[in-house]
Nanobody, 125 residues
Framework: QVRLVESGGGSVQAGGSLQLSCLASGYTTNNRCTMAWFRQAPGQEREGVAGFHRDGSATYAEAVKGRFTISGDNANNTLYLQMNALEPEDTGIYYC??????????????????WGQGTQVTVSA
């Protein structure tokens, strides 16, 4: 059974930085494809932020390119999201997700089978 646990959220002022972590269990080398970060602002749909693929490559949403960096530590089964130059528009609940099939858009909500409980990120102006 895959379990994802996020940590590292908090409140910062615009221009600040935060690093999110996602500890994965049950997501083994044989069945993994992409792990990703999504976010959901109040009253908005959940959207993809960044995906980390099994070959080590990454995909980013246009809104975060150049500011966010996704990375993974296979030895510790942990996914990270380094967020710099944060903006109030980055406020929301950030979710870690994992999928097994690689055939769809890596930032598509519907292609992910496993989700963490989310961690709140609040950026004030």
């Amino acid at each position: 059974q895959v379990r994802l646990v996020e940590s590292g959220g908090g409140s910062v002022q615009a221009g600040g930085s935060l690093q999110l972590s996602c500890l994965a269990s049950g997501y083994t080398t044989n069945n993994r494809c992409t792990m990703a970060w999504f976010r959901q602002a109040p009253g908005q749909e959940r959207e993809g932020v960044a995906g980390f693929h099994r070959d080590g490559s990454a995909t980013y949403a246009e809104a975060v390119k150049g500011r966010f960096t996704i990375s993974g530590d296979n030895a510790n089964n942990t996914l990270y999201l380094q967020m710099n130059a944060l903006e109030p528009e980055d406020t929301g609940i950030y979710y870690c997700a994992a999928r097994h099939a690689c055939s769809e858009d890596s930032l598509s909500v519907g292609s992910y089978a496993h989700w963490g409980q989310g961690t709140q990120v609040t950026v004030s102006a």
